[in-house]
Nanobody, 126 residues
Framework: QVQLVESGGGLVQAGGSLRLSCAAS????????MGWFRQVPGKEREFVAG????????TYTDSVKGRFTISRDNAKNTVYLQMNSLKPEDTAVYYC???????????????????WGQGTQVTVSS
C-alpha cells in the first residue's frame, strides 16, 4: 500500500507560479516511479510529468515543457511539481500518482499507475 497526500494547489493569476507537493508513505519511495496528471470536467485525466526512481530522468507532456519542472527528494519521500508561467488552460485538478512496477520506463498512461492522491485544484485566472 502507498498513501499519497498532495498540497500546494490554489488560485493564481496567469503568468504566476505554484509549487505542488506530494508526500508518500507505506512503501519504499525510491522504488516508485512518480507522476503528475491533471483532469478537467468532461475530459480524460492526462499525463503531465513523470520522474524516475533517482530523479535522473524526467518526461513532460508537450504543453508544459519549459514551464513545469518535476523533481523529487527521496530523503523526504516527496515529489514536487514547480509550475511557472501558468496559463488559464492549466486550470485543472492535479493528481499525484505512483507506479510500483516500472523500473526504467516512465509510463505515460494513467492505467500504469497503481496509487493516486486525492487531487488538488489549480485555478489560473486570466
Amino acid at each position: 500500500q502507498v498513501q499519497l497526500v498532495e498540497s500546494g494547489g490554489g488560485l493564481v493569476q496567469a503568468g504566476g507560479s505554484l509549487r505542488l507537493s506530494c508526500a508518500a508513505s507505506g512503501r519504499t519511495f525510491s522504488r516508485l516511479v512518480m507522476g503528475w496528471f491533471r483532469q478537467v470536467p468532461g475530459k480524460e485525466r492526462e499525463f503531465v510529468a513523470g520522474i524516475s526512481w533517482g530523479g535522473g530522468s524526467t518526461t513532460y507532456t508537450d504543453s508544459v515543457k519549459g514551464r513545469f519542472t518535476i523533481s523529487r527528494d527521496n530523503a523526504k519521500n516527496t515529489v514536487y511539481l514547480q509550475m511557472n508561467s501558468l496559463k488559464p488552460e492549466d486550470t485543472a485538478v492535479y493528481y499525484c500518482a505512483a507506479d510500483s512496477r516500472a523500473t526504467i520506463k516512465i509510463n505515460l498512461i494513467r492505467g500504469s499507475y497503481d496509487y493516486w492522491g486525492q487531487g488538488t485544484q489549480v485555478t489560473v485566472s486570466s
